[in-house]
């Protein structure tokens, strides 16, 4: 199935902030960019033409490498009506692992410093974590911070996921509400989902914390 055969599923898509903020109800899509490709142009291109705008989540850390080159690409989708939020990489980034008890402290430090830059970009309203299989986690982070943008897992439950094509896992339940995490990249040449094996349901907590 291609991603607009999948997306023509589907009949109530919206933004976080339409939900988060505005108090829609519906099912936020949502597009974790861990990697920059040409696939973003293209899916964004096809959710238009399904009259769907979604939320794009940025990672501003410099190793990742496609920030700063690629933020006309974001500035174009947001201008177009697509949400642009902060995908939280702040720990890694801080190697705050590395800092033993300082790691929290070092971390919201560096969060800070990455909402301050994105911010100078964009208008960004909400953030989610990006995962890492490390004792204090992304998603630890958002916990632990209070600000303004509000946190997709200070908001959302990890068992409000519906679909995430991380290693093509999917929700058997019809739900009307939660959302769903995509991710372009992974998405081969004509836009096919990589294949289902397992559901959301039969996932452990442990499992789909690391997943989503």
Known sequence: ?????????????????DVMIDGKQG?????????FTDRVKRVANIE???????SWYVIVDPSYRY???QKKVFKELESRGHEIGLHVNSVELSHAPRWKGRS??????????????????????TMCAHG?????????????????????????DDRDCIFTDSRGWMSTAQKKEGYIVMHPQTLDKRLRFPNKRRTIES????????LV
């Open 132 to 156: 890492i299989d490390w004792p204090y986690t992304n998603k630890d982070l958002l916990r632990d911070f209070d600000s303004e943008i509000i946190a997709f897992n200070r908001f959302f």
């Open 104 to 125: 929290k402290e070092n971390a919201v430090l560096q969060l800070g410093k990455d909402i301050a830059k994105i911010k100078k970009d964009f208008d960004v309203v």
């Open 67 to 69: 920030y700063e080159r």
């Open 203 to 210: 996932l452990s907590d442990k499992e789909l914390k690391r």
């Open 1 to 17: 199935m291609n991603y607009s055969e999948w997306l023509s599923q589907w009949d109530n898509l919206c933004r976080a902030r």
């Open 48 to 54: 238009e033409a399904h009259g769907v705008r979604s």
């Open 27 to 35: 099912i936020v899509l949502r597009h974790d960019i861990d990697s």
